[in-house]
């Protein structure tokens, strides 16, 4: 069979597209391919966010050693959280953190293991004197700041009867707490370890922050693939993230970046 130059090149360039993504991993079953991994996250400091143009943060450190045990080399990107879901939503072999796992969420995702616990504040500025809360039914003569498709978002919305007229909405959680600190919105729904971190990057004291109600503090934060991802290779970042979570890592990362 004859081919030209140009159909010798195509076929030359999808195997060696085949050859580069699928990558062997040795299981106990024996050697398996498993196709190119991505892995998603969002900005939520100090959980994971940029600095100097790399993904960082407590959870990003997880996920790099995660990948270091399974063998799998993987670029970790930070993007706005409704990409980074709908992407795990669809997408077959996307790993996504930090992401809650919630009763309706729980049949989407292949879950990979628990990474921190969470807790959800409704939090105001100790300077706002005439903010007082003792029910979200106070709480609703104010306006609020809310990330879109965040699950504390969603949450919010769930089970609250809060007006849509006095909700603001913002693409990112540092967008959010720019709003809140200049006075654009009253009162901010923010995870505390996050609402703390965002405060000093604005140079501010998370000592003026003060929690008002509760929110959440039974879910946690997870590493989850999308539902249709390979078996071989869920099972292979589950036995690597195991061994990570045996290691104590998990602790150290709480001590270095949770003080």
Do not use: H
């Not at 799998?72 to 709908?86: L, T």
């Not at 009867?161 to 603001?168: K, L, N, R, T, V």
């Not at 720019?178 to 000592?207: N, T």
């Amino acid at each position: 069979m004859y081919l030209s130059a140009n159909s010798f090149l195509s076929v030359a360039y999808g195997i060696a597209r085949s050859l580069y993504l699928c990558v062997p991993l040795t299981l106990a079953q024996g050697a398996v391919c498993a196709a190119e991994l991505t892995v998603v996250t969002e900005s939520l400091p100090p959980l994971n966010y940029k600095e100097n143009g790399n993904a960082t943060g407590y959870s990003v450190e997880i996920v790099e050693a995660v990948l270091q045990e399974a063998r799998i080399q993987a670029p970790i990107e930070v993007m706005p959280w409704a990409r980074a879901y709908q992407m795990a939503l669809t997408q077959p072999n996307t790993l996504i953190f930090s992401i809650t796992r919630l009763p309706d969420r729980d049949a989407l995702f292949e879950w990979i293991g628990p990474i921190s616990s969470r807790q959800i504040f409704l939090y105001k500025l100790k300077s706002r004197k005439d903010i007082q809360i003792k029910t979200m039914a106070d709480a609703a003569a104010y306006k609020v700041g809310l990330v879109r498709e965040m699950a504390s978002t969603k949450e919010f919305l769930r089970t609250t009867a809060f007006p849509e007229s006095g909700i603001d909405y913002a693409p990112t959680v540092e967008s959010n707490i720019k709003k809140f600190l200049v006075g654009r919105v009253d009162l901010i729904v923010s995870q505390d370890w996050s609402a703390a971190y965002l405060m000093k990057m604005e140079g501010r004291k998370p000592d003026e922050l003060e929690p008002v109600l509760l929110l959440d503090g039974a879910n946690s934060y997870y590493l989850a693939m999308q539902k249709q991802s390979d078996p071989a290779l869920v099972q292979r970042i589950r036995r690597a993230f195991a061994k990570v979570q045996q290691s104590g890592l998990l602790e150290k990362l709480r001590l270095k970046y949770m003080r």
